[in-house]
């Protein structure tokens, strides 16, 4: 019986096995043949959406810009599609989205039972509320909160406000952009997401100075960052290594106009700067692609400044630890 046991227990291993190398770089290949990476955003100011010419940009564009430098050598070479939260981990797994971007949160149901997984923290955020200004009590019976449908933000606020004993009533609506419309329209007093989407929001859409206060309630972490197959540990790595270099850049020094003429001291500086011949082999990446990272979109400060900058929203947990922030990256050796 014991011998049963062991044989059938080798036979599962050897199965799964077989399955992760069947996988097992299924998506890079994709990616060469296609020449595109797709990724996914949900249209978020400061991260992801498209300017009045029709160009993607944003924080998480920049870092699908990022992965289409290390593996096609061309940082343009990038589809971005609008996406629900409830549907992107739907597209991750037929294989629509390559990433799914879109101010994802990490929760263990989303890296353990959608078919996807979370490479890497790009972006440390919480959830928080935004109200009218003169709007007298956010939480009371009259009150009515947006909150977009499927996501996070609609189950913690659900959450909070059962400990809070607060009668407010809840308008979830099926998309971000539909949650801000009904608010700005007054459907709603009070509006809740990531704190930096609202701060975005009130940057872009404030009908005038003042007309919306952005609340100190903060009731979640919401660590944020792209999601990808749980099949395809190839895949994994490059999107995570991919994220991880302009935050290493940043603390190393290296940015846009410097990537090239900085002289390299130590084996890391080497490689970011595409010196060490063989790095990136084992991702079927030439040695080339870090430097092609930080050239194309910068390093960390650099992406922050160019998307969110603009919109007010300092840097705070997403500065590097050694200036007291939550961005810390392994080496890169």
Not at 96 to 103: C, Q, R, T, W
Not at 296 to 314: S, T, V
């Amino acid at each position: 019986m014991l011998f049963r046991l062991f044989s059938f227990g080798v036979i599962l291993l050897l199965i799964q096995s077989v399955a992760s190398a069947a996988w097992a770089g299924a998506v890079l290949d994709r990616v060469l043949a296609r020449g595109k990476v797709v990724c996914g955003v949900d249209q978020t100011p400061g991260f992801g959406g498209f300017d009045n010419r029709g160009v993607p940009v944003g924080l998480e564009v920049d870092l699908c810009r990022a992965i289409a430098a290390a593996v096609l050598n061309n940082p343009q070479a990038i589809q971005v599609q609008r996406v629900t939260t409830k549907y992107k981990f739907h597209a991750l797994a037929e294989g629509e989205l390559d990433v799914a971007f879109g101010m994802t949160t990490w929760t263990f149901d989303r890296d353990t039972s959608m078919m996807s997984t979370f490479p890497v923290i790009a972006f440390h955020d919480g959830q928080g509320f935004m109200k009218w200004s003169d709007l007298a009590d956010p939480w009371a019976s009259s009150s009515t909160i947006c909150v977009q449908s499927g996501t996070t933000s609609a189950s913690a606020l659900q959450e909070y406000l059962i400990r809070r004993q607060s009668p407010a009533k809840v308008l979830a609506l099926s998309s971000s952009e539909e949650k801000f419309n009904a608010f700005a329209e007054r459907r709603c007093g009070v509006v809740t997401g990531d704190n930096t989407e609202l701060a975005a929001q009130k940057s872009r859409r404030a009908i005038m100075e003042g007309a919306w206060t952005l609340l100190d309630t903060i009731i979640s972490r919401e660590p944020l960052g792209p999601a990808v197959i749980n099949s395809d540990p190839e895949w994994f790595a490059i999107v995570r290594w991919s994220v991880l270099v302009p935050i290493i850049a940043e603390a190393r020094g290296l940015g846009r106009e410097n990537v090239d003429t900085m002289v390299a001291t130590d084996a890391e500086m080497r490689r970011l700067k595409g010196e060490e011949p063989g790095f990136g082999a084992s991702l079927r990446l030439d040695p080339g692609w870090a430097r092609r990272i930080i050239a194309a979109i910068g390093n960390y400060g650099e992406i922050f400044a160019r998307n969110l900058g603009p919109l007010g929203i300092r840097r705070g947990q997403n500065a590097l630890w050694s200036d007291g922030g939550l961005l810390y990256a392994p080496p890169l050796r």
